[in-house]
Nanobody, 129 residues
Framework: QVQLVESGGGLVQPGGSLILSCTTS????????FGWFRQAPGKEREGVSC??????????TYADSVKGRFTISRDDRKKTIYLQMNNLQPDDTAVYYC????????????????????WGQGTQVTVSA
């Protein structure tokens, strides 16, 4: 079974930054898309961003709520996905999860949970003064 492990969460003041990492030992890592989701207390899981596989140019998708503030990237040699989060706000407080995408090729990800599998355990991000 594929395991994804998130790290990098923590407590940060509004306007601050964090970098989340998601590592895995999956074979042929470069063939897969990966996504970041988050879930705040009492709310449904929300898609944040995804990055397609390297053959598809590692194209990225972002939720409107994070566009211009978050950047997703991948390092295929390290088998790691990153989420650079800038200008964090209290509404960004949530547990952040990474997951592996089902699809490749021309598929356009809509950042819904059903498009992803092999969910990590999550890392807590808290934005508070």
């Amino acid at each position: 079974q594929v395991q994804l492990v998130e790290s990098g969460g923590g407590l940060v003041q509004p306007g601050g930054s964090l970098i989340l990492s998601c590592t895995t030992s999956i074979v042929n890592f470069h063939n897969y898309a990966f996504g970041w989701f988050r879930q705040a207390p009492g709310k449904e899981r929300e898609g944040v961003s995804c990055i397609k596989d390297t053959l598809d140019g590692a194209a990225t998708t972002y939720a409107d709520s994070v566009k211009g503030r978050f950047t997703i990237s991948r390092d295929d040699r390290k088998k790691t996905i990153y989420l650079q989060m800038n200008n964090l706000q209290p509404d960004d407080t949530a547990v952040y999860y990474c997951a592996r995408g089902y699809y490749s090729g021309n598929y356009h990800y809509r950042l819904v949970s059903s498009e992803f599998r092999d969910w990590g355990q999550g890392t807590q991000v808290t934005v508070s003064a």
